[in-house]
């Protein structure tokens, strides 16, 4: 399993371009509000692309975003991660 950084990303750009649309949406205007819609699902189309021509046939991603609990050797961490049908499944939703 290896580390990627930027699979956060993938459900955060079209998070904060709605949120920018919400309270920002009326001074863009209506057409720039769409554009920045269409960009921001688009870049996050290109990255779930990019992550599944890396990712390996048997292999998966992971980006650990904080560890919850640690006790001993158990511990719960708060991740993404991608493996082979989650790849597929970003590429389709």
Do not use: H
Request: net charge positive; aromatic share 12%; hydrophobic share 55%.
């Amino acid at each position: 399993m290896e580390q990627m950084s930027f699979l956060r990303l993938i459900p955060l750009i079209p998070l904060l371009g709605t949120a920018l649309n919400i309270f920002f949406g009326t001074r863009l205007g209506r057409r720039n509000a769409g554009c920045l819609a269409c960009v921001a699902v688009g870049l996050s189309f290109l990255l779930s692309l990019w992550v599944f021509v890396l990712l390996p046939a048997t292999g998966s991603f992971r980006d650990t975003l904080f560890t919850w609990i640690e006790s001993g050797s158990f511990k719960a961490q708060i991740s993404f991660q991608v493996d082979a049908l989650s790849a597929v499944m970003l590429l389709v939703i």
